[in-house]
């Protein structure tokens, strides 16, 4: 009974096909970094995992995943180049300006009437939203009462975020941006040119808390009027999507607005009931349950 039994597995083995064998591996690759690391991906969107994954492989010169996994095991430095494949640090200030524009008409004036003002953003990358929230609150006369709490599951990005030092080549984007989302000043006005930076003045940091976050893993840390998660979901499954969001609403306050990626959403979601569309194009909700 025993020899019938190896040989189905191996019979089963050549029917595998080369996708399902990718996903074994990648799998494993995922379970093997979590229980040694700590660092959870197991819940990653698969074609963001395979994209990222199979760009590492080919940069540490393996033949497979496989091959990836036995020098991650054993090298912590590959560990620390896949960690910065898997971190999504696609941003710019005033990033979809309409967004921020909807933020100042629709938001605000929910801010003033708040004696004092807690917002999250979730997934802040290098921090260019963190430092366009910043400057619209302090045009809107707000950043004074207002705590915002910049996280990230890398710390790398985190330093360069404090640093607040950007390519002064992206300067005209950022300006047209800034302009687009109702700036009310010269951009210029908010930082020095130094060099080949943009240095953004260190009053727009005052009531920032950068601090390390992983939203697969850690919970709730305090309760915020406004949480901004933008563009980071979307790589995430709907399992782990759905915990996100969970844990969103566990931190909001009683009216509290989350705000959302252009491409992300909670309306087929267990919380959607619990939610009141504030914009449904710039996904801004406000929570009623």
Not at 12 to 19: A, I, S, W
Not at 64 to 69: A, H, M
Not at 115 to 130: D, F, L, M, Q, Y
Request: aromatic content about 14%; charged content about 25%.
């Amino acid at each position: 009974m025993r020899v019938c039994k190896i040989k189905e597995q191996a019979d089963y083995r050549e029917y595998m096909t080369n996708e399902e064998l990718e996903m074994v591996e990648i799998e494993l690759l995922l379970e093997g970094i979590y229980r040694y690391y700590g660092f959870d991906f197991r819940d990653y969107a698969p074609p963001f995992l395979k994209r990222r994954i199979w760009n590492r492989v080919r940069a540490e010169k393996v033949e497979s995943i496989s091959g990836l996994q036995e020098k991650i095991l054993h090298d912590p430095s590959i560990m620390q180049k896949l960690f910065e494949d898997f971190s999504i640090n696609v941003t710019e200030m005033f990033r979809d300006p309409n967004f921020f524009l909807a933020f100042r008409k629709k938001v605000v004036p929910f801010l003033r009437t708040c004696p004092s003002v807690k917002i999250w953003h979730a997934g802040c990358s290098t921090g260019e939203e963190v430092y366009s929230m910043a400057i619209l609150l302090h045009e809107e006369g707000l950043y004074e009462k207002t705590t915002i709490y910049a996280t990230d599951m890398n710390n790398g990005v985190l330093t360069y975020a404090q640093n607040g030092k950007f390519p002064l080549q992206k300067m005209q984007l950022y300006t047209k941006n800034y302009l687009a989302a109702g700036g009310k000043r010269a951009f210029s006005e908010y930082y020095t040119a130094k060099q080949t930076n943009a240095a953004f003045h260190s009053s727009l940091t005052k009531n920032v808390v950068f601090a390390e976050h992983n939203l697969a893993t850690d919970r709730s840390f305090n309760e915020f009027h406004v949480i901004i998660c933008r563009n980071v979901t979307i790589y995430f499954n709907k399992r782990l999507q759905n915990r996100v969001y969970h844990l969103f609403h566990e931190s909001l306050i009683q009216s509290g607005i989350l705000g959302l990626g252009s491409k992300e959403g909670i309306k087929f979601t267990s919380i959607a009931n619990s939610y009141k569309e504030v914009d449904p194009i710039e996904k801004l909700y406000r929570k009623i349950q």
